[in-house]
């Protein structure tokens, strides 16, 4: 909530900053974002073991 508090904060203060008179809707924040995402890789032989 303290996304909305400061967006009602920045509307009461600096109106004309924002284009319209209804209060902006609160989306929510996405688990990740990539700029450029790695490639999916299929697992390849997921039992064989390195012999060392």
């Given at each position: 909530m303290a996304?909305?508090?400061t967006l009602d904060a920045a509307r009461a203060r600096f109106p004309e900053?924002?284009?319209t008179n209804k209060?902006?809707?609160i989306l929510s924040i996405p688990e990740s974002a990539w700029i450029n995402k790695p490639a999916v890789k299929p697992i390849e032989n997921e039992e064989l073991?390195?012999?060392a």
């Open positions: 996304r909305a508090a900053r924002f284009s209060p902006p809707q073991k390195l012999a």
